[in-house]
């Protein structure tokens, strides 16, 4: 009996592990796909089975990357809905070869990831690299781009000393141009010139919205230098402290006018790729009836374009049918080619006719900024069977509805009775209505009368005290007559310089020994060029609205 129960002990803990196992996950990814020679590449390996104190195997990287760093990280995830534990190995490598490399199948235990591919771009040794510790490299992916189309611009920022975490860069602004930044900076590092440079690395999407030409403002960069590490072969030297600050280069950028052969009466879509989808529910080859409704889907989704400027499709009326359109929804995403962007779309069919329905074609014009052509995208027409409804394809029997009428109608008691209760209901009706009436036309609470002074009394008190050369009465009725308008004293100085040195000679008359040489006809004169937009008010700070507003 004993050798039974440690059988089935082992046979559980066997299943348990199994089952554990099965339920554990491990994963692998970068980054980045794309590289050039010398870049390094961060790869992150992450598992949910936090029961066993585990490393995964790096030894099938060592024949095609370096590893520079790494690192381990637990943390809590709650990516489906529910927090648990998870453990991640972060790892910096740096390739050893150039073209598509593979990052093997990497194993934990019994779990195994799979594989990745790279694609590293040949890069040749930078002869004309600048030599400085810390410089700005800026790129474009066009020259000349056309106007709403997206354009790349590359910020990369190369630093051979390490760098404290106050790093600063200044916004790119732009006018007539939209400017998305495509996702936080990203950090990796890359060998120049056989030293290794660290590269912070951002990317924005430019959307010039003007043609003609556009000029990309330089933006500077300033950060902490942490020192120099004694083991490092570059060649820089720098104190820890010392505060650094690069600029980058103007680029001029020709902005491009729509193109003659585009159709002018459709919207201008210039972007990298565009299709249209659609899905019914139900499907349209389900048995669908007269008076029964089907929904579509119709989505726009583009790849270099903002969602914003995605145009509405529009749809065809039919006696056939009627459609009923829902709010749209809009969603984009930041990739490697830049700002990939939808338009979704609920439209309601209620058919109306028996036979075969057709829906017209959908045909969207837009412009391929990767061929310089004209394309369209198009959904094909469909058809659709629609079926009588059940009821009308059944004959009618006019014996029958008589009877079913006859039985129908009512006695002369309760038809007595149903006319007694509506003459009723409508009397009360016609009283409510006409009570009402009356209470819309009388104020609920009577406005009190405004015992403040009035904006034109207030002008008057401000210039005798002016024109009496009297700085402190000029400054009680200054105040007096600015608590009328929106702006301070200080908004309305800050838009006229003339009542701004007004004002400044009245504070020194103010604050100094003797006041008898000030003169206040400049102040007033100041003040009566003045322009409002607004026109004063009274105080009606102590009156109530009124109940049933006109």
């Keep these: ?45 992450e598992t949910d089975d936090t029961s066993q104190f585990l490393t995964p195997d790096l030894s099938p990287l060592k024949p095609f990357f370096e590893l520079l760093s790494s690192k381990q990280v637990n943390r809590l995830s709650t990516a489906a809905g529910t927090a648990k534990p998870v453990t991640q190995w972060i790892l910096t490598l740096l390739p050893k070869q150039s073209g598509f490399v593979i990052i093997p199948a990497l194993t934990l235990g019994q779990l195994q990831s799979t594989p990745l591919n790279l694609h590293i771009n040949e890069q040749h040794e930078q002869a004309n690299a600048p030599v400085e510790p810390v410089y700005i490299d800026t790129q474009l992916d066009h020259d000349a781009v056309y106007v709403q189309a997206q354009l790349l611009l590359t910020l ?44 912070i690395e951002i990317k924005y999407a430019i959307f010039p919205q003007q043609s003609g030409q556009l000029q990309i403002p330089a933006q500077v960069f300033s950060a902490t230098l942490a020192g120099h590490n004694p083991q490092s072969l570059t060649p820089f030297r720098a104190e ?24 002018t009466d459709a919207a201008w879509l210039p972007a990298r790729a565009l299709r249209l989808e659609h899905s019914w529910t139900p499907s349209l080859d389900s048995h669908l009836n007269v008076g029964s409704a089907a929904t579509r889907l119709l989505s726009v989704h583009a790849q270099g374009l903002p969602s914003s400027q995605l145009p509405t499709l529009d749809i065809n009326n039919s006696n056939a049918y009627k459609v009923y359109r829902d709010k749209p929804s809009f969603s984009h995403q930041y990739t490697e080619q830049g700002l990939d962007s939808s338009r979704s779309e609920r439209q309601a069919f209620i058919f109306q006719e028996a036979g075969l329905v057709q829906l017209d074609a959908i045909q969207l014009p837009w412009w391929n900024t990767q061929t310089d052509q004209l394309e369209y995208a198009q959904l094909n027409e469909q058809r659709v069977l629609i079926h009588a409804a059940p009821a009308l394809a059944q004959p009618l029997h006019l014996t029958e509805l008589n009877q079913e009428a006859d039985a129908l109608l009512l006695q002369p008691t309760q038809l007595w009775f149903w006319q007694v209760l509506s003459a009723c209901l409508a009397v009360l009706s016609l009283l409510g209505f006409s009570l009402w009436w009356r209470a819309r036309h009388q104020p609920a609470v009577v406005l009190a009368q405004n015992s403040g ?54 504070n020194s008359a103010l604050y100094s020994e003797n006041d008898s040489e000030w003169q206040g006809e400049e102040l007033w004169s100041a003040i009566r060029q003045l322009s409002f937009t607004e026109t004063p008010t009274a105080n009606t700070d102590d009156q109530l609205p009124p109940l049933y507003p006109p």
Excluded at 19 to 38: E, M, Y
């Design 1 to 45: 009996m004993t050798q039974f129960k440690a059988t089935c002990v082992v046979l559980f803990m066997l299943c348990w592990q199994m089952c554990t196992v099965a339920a554990a996950s491990f994963t692998a990814s970068v980054d980045r796909v794309q590289l050039n020679a010398g870049e390094s590449v961060e790869l992150v390996l």
């Design 156 to 199: 990369r920022i190369y630093h051979a000393i390490p760098l404290f975490a106050d790093s600063n860069l200044t916004p790119l602004l732009l006018d007539n141009a939209r400017v998305e930044q495509l996702g936080q900076p990203r950090t990796f590092e890359q060998h120049i010139n056989g030293v290794r440079h660290g590269v």
């Design 240 to 263: 820890p402290g010392q505060r650094i600050e690069v600029k980058s280069a103007q680029i001029p950028l020709q902005v491009k006018d729509i193109p003659s052969t585009y159709p």
């Design 453 to 506: 002074p009035s904006p034109r009394s207030l002008s008057d008190d401000l210039k005798r005290a002016c024109l009496s050369n009297n700085p402190q009465s000029t400054r009680q009725a200054l105040d007096a007559w600015a608590r009328q308008y929106p702006e301070s004293l200080v908004d309305m100085a800050a838009r006229d310089s003339t009542l701004s040195h007004a004002l400044d000679h009245l």
